[in-house]
């Protein structure tokens, strides 16, 4: 286990260090969304009985941003370590390509949650908020950062130079994210647009992790644990296969 967990550390110091970056300007991105959009929209949204909007935006806040950031942390890792040549150093060391999936997605989790709750303590004062099911959250939480974290290993062995990485964020993670019901309710949306959202993957963690919350949901959370959980097992398998092939990492 030695090697995993020194690799591990690696990823979360690497983060760590340059938190102000990493942390702290997520979690102030994530506060201006609240004040702009909870101040805007307040008092002309309604989505849940008794639920004002700014306490339906919170769950979604966060978990945006528990995504987003779990996903540049591994892929930002492996893009900059092949560019700047010090990925050979790992690649020296007798570490299977499970110690690397376990050390770069249990940072990324680790790095994605604490992005969301930094958004929760700055924001969670403004707004009235309620935790009917707190397992639900941490099962949401936990299993959508390490999804995220795996699709950011695939895209940083994908990605050969920093405009690749870019284009892989800015064209499919971002619009994937904000079209998930991050803003709305997928109810207010018009039928072919709901059943698009359906086949969203981001759409199923965010409700799922909204119903923990207020016990109020879009669809089961039995059915959004279900579809979080087959598509992370995928993701990882693609993940886990490029690392044992070595995939643009041993060339």
């Not at 390490?146 to 990485?165: N, V, Y």
């Not at 309710?185 to 086949?199: D, K, T, V």
């Not at 993940?239 to 092939?245: E, F």
Request: charged share 10%.
């Amino acid at each position: 286990m030695t090697g995993w967990r020194t690799l591990f550390y690696k990823e979360v110091l690497r983060f760590w260090k340059v938190s102000f970056q990493t942390v702290a300007a997520p979690v102030l991105t994530s506060v201006l969304y609240m004040l702009i959009f909870g101040h805007v929209l307040q008092d002309h949204v309604k989505v849940y009985d008794e639920v004002p909007y700014t306490s339906f935006l919170l769950p979604g806040l966060m978990m945006m941003s528990v995504l987003q950031n779990a996903f540049a942390n591994s892929s930002s890792s492996l893009i900059q370590s092949k560019i700047m040549g010090n990925l050979v150093f790992v690649l020296l060391t007798p570490l299977s390509h499970w110690s690397w999936f376990v050390a770069y997605v249990g940072s990324s989790v680790v790095r994605g949650l604490a992005v969301g709750l930094g958004v929760f303590v700055i924001t969670g004062w403004m707004v009235h908020i309620q935790f009917v099911w707190p397992l639900w959250i941490l099962v949401f939480a936990v299993l959508g950062a390490a999804m995220l974290g795996a699709l950011g290993l695939i895209a940083g062995l994908w990605a050969e130079k920093f405009d690749q990485m870019a284009a892989f964020q800015n064209f499919i993670i971002m619009p994937m994210t904000f079209l998930s019901g991050v803003f709305y309710s997928i109810h207010s949306l018009p039928p072919f647009w709901q059943q698009l959202s359906h086949l969203n993957p981001f759409f199923y963690m965010i409700d799922g992790f909204r119903y923990g919350f207020f016990g109020q949901s879009d669809v089961s959370p039995w059915t959004s644990l279900s579809v979080v959980g087959l598509a992370f097992v995928l993701v990882s398998a693609v993940a886990l296969t490029l690392l044992r092939t070595g995939y643009k990492i041993r060339n």
